[in-house]
């Protein structure tokens, strides 16, 4: 009896382990839900780069990222890391791995230059430009779009661990300035990072994030932001500033031009730049009419022209303030010192 009795608590045991696995072990096994990522550039989010767009959410023509904002455009698969100008891509921004895998995929050769220089013909199939697959297993992947002509530094069947160099920030296939495109699948699928688990018009920023949580502070949402703010000589034009390398004012007889560069404002935004002598007095000023259609990037200056006998000494202010809906959305102020 007593055998019969060990054998029946043997077998139930058994059965009841036997059942456990199935949900707990698909669960820990889907990378989806266990991968988090690194960032992908060797950048300081707010400082050196910044999110220009998201994953695109809405299943129509229209575009609404994972807050339901419009930093995104029709039918984005990934998001998009971007650099501040031209400069900054030739002093070399690295690319890196999000998460450890192997390299699956590879191409590399093709220029540097903007889309808007060339015949959109020329790069149709190569719209990534140079780029790099991860397979992180599981069905899951990571590209890596845009990067720079010839920086590529692994090959195919490399394994890589989070965090390791894979090339650099370029400006290669289907793209109008610097940054990295970042896309995540899993089998043929676009999935989101920031929300990987809602579906197209989920409710608004639902969904774990797949970025380790350091990062995921790093890059929390901006519904706008400054790219560039500076000081010229001169009116300046939006592919100037994208170039990089703006000379600075001095005290001779040259102008002060006060410059900043917005990206993702939106229609009703209402703009107020003002630039300021060493005793306050205002040099220069604009308000402007509330937008009227979304903004991917936007460019202003200001600027005065100098006295006869050049500028005072002391230090010369900038701000520039952006309002929505009566708010305050963004600030900055920036100095220049003569």
Sequence with gaps: MRRLIGTILMLLLAGAGSSQPSGAQSQSNDPIKTLKFTLPVDCEIGRTCEVQNYVDRDPTTAAKDYMCGSASYNDHSGVDFRIPDMAAQRRGV????AAPGRVSRVRDGVADVSVKLIDRST?????????????????LTTQYCHMANGSIVVPVGAEIRAGQKI?????????????????VRSGQTNIDPFAPLGGNGNACGSGSSMWKSDVAAALSYKPGTILNVGFATSALTMEQVE????????????PIVAYVRTINLRV???????LKAPDGAILAS????PMTSN????FVFI???APPSGWPKGEYSAEYVVLRAGRLLLRRQFDLRL
Aim: proline share 3%; charged share 15%; hydrophobic share 30%.
């Design 94 to 97: 690295d690319v890196l791995a």
């Design 123 to 139: 790069i149709e199939g190569r719209e990534c430009g140079n780029g790099v697959v991860i397979d992180h297993g599981g069905g």
């Design 167 to 183: 090339g650099q920030v370029g400006l290669s296939g289907n793209t109008e300035y610097p940054h990295l495109h970042f896309t």
């Design 243 to 254: 170039a990089g390398n703006i000379v600075s004012p001095t005290r001779a007889t040259q």
């Design 268 to 274: 009703g935004d209402v703009q107020q730049f003002t």
């Design 286 to 289: 604009h308000a402007g009419a």
């Design 295 to 298: 903004q991917a990037q936007h």
């Design 303 to 305: 600027g005065k022209k």
